[in-house]
């Protein structure tokens, strides 16, 4: 593969001793007007990992790589990931921990740089040995949470992933002492991918990064996932960066959106359509990293083309509405998802001192219930529906104080729940499809709806 990497606009180098800060690349492009754009991309082949990664730096402006574990790892089955490797069947991800340091080393080596940096996105309710291993190789960003690494994707108790997490930022935050600076970005903005009230996501995107924080750890992002409505997203990024600006005094962050992580739009031209209101959302509420989908989401893992391809429809998207958007770092009053949100943080932090005991006591209390949520630790008795705005809202609250702040809506039927899943790929399919559908509309500021898969 011939290497282009001086064709590639570059930013301000961002280094702590002899390691690349991805806060600060993340901030310095920020600081230019620039959106970071970032795939999900792993693959067990060593080789194209590297090429993937390669293709990765040149693909736009400010870009960072990534290294997504695949499904063995994350769950500490290294056995199966080995057997694997040696019958030379593909993983969905790379294996961090079961490759020698010296072949992963080999898929970094004269592509991780300052102006590239890189990080392990996982999805595991027991991080320890990732975490080990991202940082023999002198990787320091990762993403994760004690809820949202373990709610949706098993049946760890959340007793032990918040243990597990617990020691997983201490042993990020020891590496400070070195001159590092470690990363670590929440998932819990992005629970389930779909049909999650904003108010939730954002309350648990903040108290993952506090969990973070009281461990040790200085640089956070959190996140935030598209979901259907783009003036409650604006709200709900408005009121994440108002969250970390409250409980985060003394910390580099910032917000990363992803790409709409539900049912994605079946055609090419939705989903790229899907992929550029994400952007313009970004740009708009004033994120300064977004997660992006490919057009293959919908069938299949994408391909490094189609990883590429995504990238550049994002950054260019991004650029557009540079040149058009109000500033997202103005200064917002109240809004309903910042006032749910702070309702469902404050009661949480009410319950204990120590904040992974409060999230215990929380989920077994019902203060936190995810809707749709199946994990024996989650009460169950939430439930939303998309209102006739496209917003989501609360149709049963269940135990938590919420209060008048919730907007009750109806209950939905097995074919209302089947049709919220599938409402915003229908939304951005019906135009693709149907040849005589009414054009999407494309106003500014953001107007519609947003579309996925659920890789991490």
Known sequence: MTQAATTRPRGPVAVHGSRTSFARYVADAQARGVLVVQPRMGFSDPALMRAGLRATRDAAEAVVGTLTIDSYTRVGDELSAVRALNE???LNGYPISSLSPHTSRWVLDGVRDPSFPVQVRHGSARPQRIVAALTALGLDATEGGPVSYCLPYGRTPLAESVRNWQQACEFLASLRSTGAEPHLETFG???LGQLCPPGLLVALSALEALFF??????SISLSYAQQTNSEQDVQAI???????????PDTEWHIVLYTYMGLYPRSREGALELLERSAELA???GAARLIVKTAAEAHRIPTVAENVEALRVAAAAARDSHRTAVAGARAVPDNPVYTEARALIDAVLGLDADLGRALLTAFAHGYLD???CLH???????????DESGRLAWSETGSMPLGRVARNAGRLTARGLFDALSFVQSRYDNHF?????APPRRPRPLAGLSGGTSRR
């Open 189 to 191: 903005g992005c629970m």
């Open 433 to 437: 499809l149907a040849p005589t559908a």
């Open 283 to 285: 740009v708009e509420a």
């Open 238 to 248: 408005h009121a994440l960066r108002r969250l970390a600006a409250e409980l985060l």
């Open 370 to 372: 995810v809707p749709y």
């Open 213 to 218: 924080h009281r461990a040790g750890l200085r």
């Open 376 to 386: 024996p630790d989650n009460a169950g008795r939430s439930r939303s529906c998309i």
């Open 88 to 90: 030379d069947h593909s």
